[in-house]
């Protein structure tokens, strides 16, 4: 079993930046694929970014502005989002797996979820 929580949200405007943290409890930290999902109201959850043990992989949409990184020793997975746009804004989820690999974009093959964290972009 694993849990997870979020943290980092806030409101921040359009150019800014912000860091996300999602804490897991549980063991072999470093055998899951985290991912991080977002969903803006009245919309699906949607793939953001995720990283296996030494591959990252990313939305389209956040290329080149989010960073996502891990630190198995603290159990803790990161996302540096910069360059914050209006249609970032969303409730941020951190999601946990294993037997998937960084590609996997499907919210359904991750097992584990955090509670989420919003993130905010004024114009």
């Known amino acids: 079993q694993v849990q997870l929580v979020e943290s980092g949200g806030g409101l921040v405007q359009a150019g800014g930046s912000l860091r996300l943290s999602c804490a897991a409890s549980?063991?072999?930290?470093?055998?899951?694929?985290m991912g991080w999902f977002r969903q803006a109201p009245g919309k699906k959850r949607e793939f953001v970014a995720a990283?296996?043990?030494?591959?990252?992989y990313y939305a389209d949409s956040v290329k080149g502005r989010f960073t996502i990184s891990r630190d198995n020793d603290k159990n803790t997975v990161y996302l540096q989002m910069n360059s914050l746009k209006p249609e970032d804004t969303g409730i941020y989820y951190c999601?946990?797996?294993?037997?998937?690999?960084?590609?996997?974009?499907?919210?359904?093959?991750?097992?584990?979820w955090g509670q989420g964290t919003q993130v905010t972009v004024s114009s």
């Open positions: 990283i296996s043990g030494i591959s990252t």
């Open positions: 549980g063991r072999r930290f470093s055998s899951y694929v």
């Open positions: 999601a946990a797996a294993r037997g998937i690999n960084e590609r996997t974009v499907v919210a359904g093959a991750y097992d584990y």
